[in-house]
């Protein structure tokens, strides 16, 4: 699995598509899961997640805020809270659930 890159891209909003949203929030998970890969044993170790910019904080230059991060919270202390707890050790089978019905 480390010989790819996974990226979430949305079209502009006159472009979306309905029900996008239902389906973003859990492919913002997978998207950041190498520890259930056992590719790294904590996402902040990964060098190619956004996981540092969107849950601690720091500094990324290449990435603009999804809608979906934006919305967690009214300020950017709420939404690294909301985006850490969103995210799980493992998938667990609600998470898979949900991705499948998103996926339709």
Do not use: K
Not at 60 to 79: F, I, K, M, Q
């Amino acid at each position: 699995m480390t010989n790819h890159v996974r990226l979430l891209l949305s079209p502009p909003e006159s472009e979306a598509v309905s029900g996008a949203d239902d389906f973003a929030g859990p492919a913002l998970r997978a998207v950041h899961h190498p520890v259930c890969a056992a590719m790294v044993d904590d996402l902040v170790h990964y060098r190619w997640s956004s996981y540092r910019t969107n849950g601690l904080g720091q500094s990324g230059s290449l990435l603009t805020p999804h809608a979906v991060y934006s919305s967690l919270g009214a300020n950017e202390a709420d939404r690294l809270v909301n985006y850490r707890s969103s995210f799980r050790p493992e998938l667990d089978t609600e998470a898979i659930s949900d991705i499948r019905m998103a996926l339709g």
